[in-house]
Nanobody
Framework: QVQLVESGGGLVQPGGSLRLSCAAS????????MGWYRQAPGKQRELVAR???????NYADSVKGRFTISRDNAKKTVYLQMNSLKPEDTAVYYC?????????WGQGTQVTVSS
């Protein structure tokens, strides 16, 4: 059973930056697409960014130009660099793996953008 452990969340002022990390257990990390999702209170979970096994990236329109997803296959870790953060980025951020038997999720990490 794969485990995904997120870290790096916290409280940051508007305009600030955070880098989220997601460390994966298990084998064949490089074969799977990985993603970051977020869920704000009272809202549905939404895709923030995705990176394919080949390194192709996709972003939600709301974060394009501010967030960057990357992966280090040797470390079995995916990152989300978040710059120019806004209060509307406040949410629980979840790591996702598109596995062969469905999606795997981490426990989430809280990101709060507030002055």
């Amino acid at each position: 059973q794969v485990q995904l452990v997120e870290s790096g969340g916290g409280l940051v002022q508007p305009g600030g930056s955070l880098r989220l990390s997601c460390a994966a257990s298990g084998s064949f990390f490089s074969l799977y697409a990985m993603g970051w999702y977020r869920q704000a209170p009272g809202k549905q979970r939404e895709l923030v960014a995705r990176i394919s096994s080949g390194g192709i990236t996709n972003y939600a329109d709301s974060v394009k130009g501010r967030f960057t997803i990357s992966r280090d296959n040797a470390k079995k870790t995916v990152y989300l660099q978040m710059n120019s953060l806004k209060p509307e980025d406040t949410a629980v951020y979840y790591c996702n793996r598109e596995g062969p038997r469905g999606n795997n999720w981490g426990q989430g990490t809280q990101v709060t953008v507030s002055s």
